[in-house]
């Protein structure tokens, strides 16, 4: 158990809907990050916040958007979904900045869009 | 662009036998690369980070190792709780994290 939680685990809908996901990351981390993982592109960076910040982003669509909250916590917001938005998105959590590499990565909220 | 390329895509082992898997990349401004072990469907989980060429890490039958242009991670005598998917990925800077695809690790008994 990493520390992570993410919710739903998992998440059915259809094209055009909106969905939101869920991250608490472990105690004491600063840093949030979503990532999403499909078959043919692999873990993906989408946006990093740091202490309620944006710090970093990746490559993530402009339906999509993330913020973080003053208790930390992170929501992934996706809108007007398409079918190849069907992937697992996961979030990581960390004390600070990549420095040392170490992501504790929460399990994956799998969305599926039909 | 940015690209991290991990050979081979899937690797099947026996117990016991050691083999290698690549991680190459070329990367601008790189910070350190990270080697994740992924369980399906789990979330990936930390292994080893590396910054400069020449550095190794281990850790049970796992050896990183790092050169200007790839990294290698080495698996001693696997067993079959090692099979996973073994990711890499590289910190560049503007703190991103980018993943290689992963190598699919197999080990039968």
């Known amino acids: 158990d990493s520390g992570v939680t993410q919710t739903p685990k998992h998440l059915i809908t259809a094209t055009g809907q909106r969905v939101t996901l869920r991250c608490s990351p472990r105690?004491?981390?600063?840093?949030v990050y979503w990532y999403q993982q499909s078959l043919d592109q692999g873990l993906q960076f989408l946006i990093q916040?740091?202490?309620?910040?944006?710090?970093a982003k990746g490559n993530i669509l402009e339906r999509f958007s993330a913020q973080q909250f003053p208790d930390l916590h992170s929501e992934l917001n996706l809108s007007s979904l398409e079918l190849g938005d069907s992937a697992l998105y996961f979030c990581?959590?960390?004390?600070?900045?990549?420095?040392?590499?170490?992501?504790?990565f929460g399990e994956g909220s799998r969305l599926t869009v039909l | 662009e940015d690209q991290v390329t991990q050979s081979p895509e899937a690797l099947r082992l026996q117990e016991g036998e050691s083999s290698s898997l690549n991680c190459s990349y070329t990367v601008s401004g790189l910070r350190g690369l990270f080697w994740y072990r992924q369980d399906p469907g789990k979330g990936p989980e930390f292994l080893f980070t590396?910054?400069?060429a020449g550095e190794e890490k281990e850790k049970e039958r796992l050896k990183a190792t790092l050169t200007k242009k790839e990294s290698f991670l080495h698996i001693t005598a696997p067993k079959p709780e090692d099979s996973a998917t073994y990711l890499c990925a590289v910190h560049k800077y503007g703190n991103k994290l980018v993943f290689g695809a992963g190598t699919i690790l197999r080990v039968k008994s």
């Open positions: 990581a959590s960390s004390v600070g900045t990549l420095s040392t590499g170490e992501l504790f």
């Open positions: 916040y740091y202490n309620g910040e944006e710090r």
């Open positions: 590396l910054y400069s």
């Open positions: 105690s004491g981390d600063l840093s």
